[in-house]
């Protein structure tokens, strides 16, 4: 790519795509930061044929508005390369070049990152993050995405796997998944215990807004339930704190909305810090600034971190 190509991809605007296990969140973003022409399409599940064929589709409906395709999706992603170590629940897309193939396609460049990682850019280089050197960014979904900022930097580590907290062993029954940290934060241990607080049989019968209506109403089996949930974030926050001595976590994901949410995790924090003598500075906590749209903003971040002087917003 020349210079003056580089020039012309970082004055335009840039497809932004968000590949979740159900939908594919979509959207425009140019140097303003603003988010237009947003939507979102079904995750296709049928194989890698009918996956390219919709994000293709994606973009020749905007063709000739773009300069780029930005993408973020799930599984470890060897972005320097375009490449879908694992694909998460998208098991079809395991060590496949996927910003390859879609260059190929589409005709314009493309560039494919790990969505918590995506979401960690966005915080570090305009969100929550952004007057930090270092800092943790946790995503609370169906399991626990993260990422490391290093120097204002995603960390992605040797194996592109940094930040993979779902995985961190809880105990040593390394065979059952209650034992890692998405056993035991993940969004549906949340509304098992809240299922269980209220004598509901089906957890997936509720969702996070019927939580948190019955917690602002005051329930107090399900405020229980929640100081439970959070007391493990708040935990495991405490441990990262210790390891890494970041200057704040950022709290993301779509639960992260609840005010109740925070104000739990610090409560908790409060008390292990009662209990604790730590000589180095306590977790200071926020909620990430970009809530649902953080993983298409911190696509484009990484976009023009590879295709153009990045912008200033």
């Not at 929550?128 to 995405?145: E, H, K, M, N, Q």
């Not at 490391?148 to 062993?169: P, R, T, W």
Request: aromatic fraction near 10%; include cysteine.
């Amino acid at each position: 790519m020349t210079e003056r190509e580089e020039t012309n991809v970082t004055q335009g605007k840039c497809l932004c795509v968000d590949v979740g296990g159900s939908a594919i969140k979509y959207g425009i973003i140019g140097p303003d930061l603003k988010l237009t022409d947003k939507g979102d399409i079904p995750t296709p599940h049928g194989g890698v044929e009918p996956y390219l064929a919709a994000l293709e589709k994606l973009y020749k409906s905007v063709e000739g508005q773009v300069q780029g395709i930005a993408m973020s999706v799930p599984g470890v992603i060897d972005s320097e390369n375009g490449i879908c170590i694992s694909g998460g629940n998208l098991s079809f897309i395991h060590n496949y070049n996927l910003a390859g193939e879609m260059t190929k396609r589409c005709k314009v460049p493309v560039t494919v990152m790990n969505d918590a990682k995506s979401a960690a850019m966005a915080e570090a280089k305009w969100g929550a993050l952004s007057d930090c050197r270092d800092g943790i960014v946790i995503v609370l979904g169906t399991g626990i995405g993260g990422a490391l900022i290093k120097d204002g930097n995603v960390h992605f580590g040797k194996s592109f796997a940094a930040g993979e907290f779902s995985f961190l062993l809880l105990g040593e029954d390394m065979d059952e998944r209650g034992d890692t940290w998405a056993g035991r934060a993940g969004n549906p241990r949340l509304r098992r215990l809240v299922a269980n607080a209220k004598g509901i049989k089906d957890p997936d019968s509720i969702n996070g807004f019927d939580v948190f209506r019955w917690a602002e109403e005051g329930d107090p089996y399900v405020l229980m339930a929640l100081d439970q949930f959070t007391r493990n974030i708040a935990h495991m926050i405490v441990n990262l704190q210790v390891i890494y001595d970041p200057d704040r976590f950022a709290i993301g994901g779509g639960i992260s909305r609840q005010p109740l949410l925070l104000q739990y995790i610090q409560k908790n924090l409060n008390y292990f810090y009662s209990q604790f003598s730590w000589p180095g500075q306590n977790a200071d906590v926020t909620t990430c600034k970009f809530f649902n749209d953080a993983n298409l903003i911190g696509a484009y971040s990484y976009f023009l971190s590879r295709f153009g002087k990045e912008s200033q917003g």
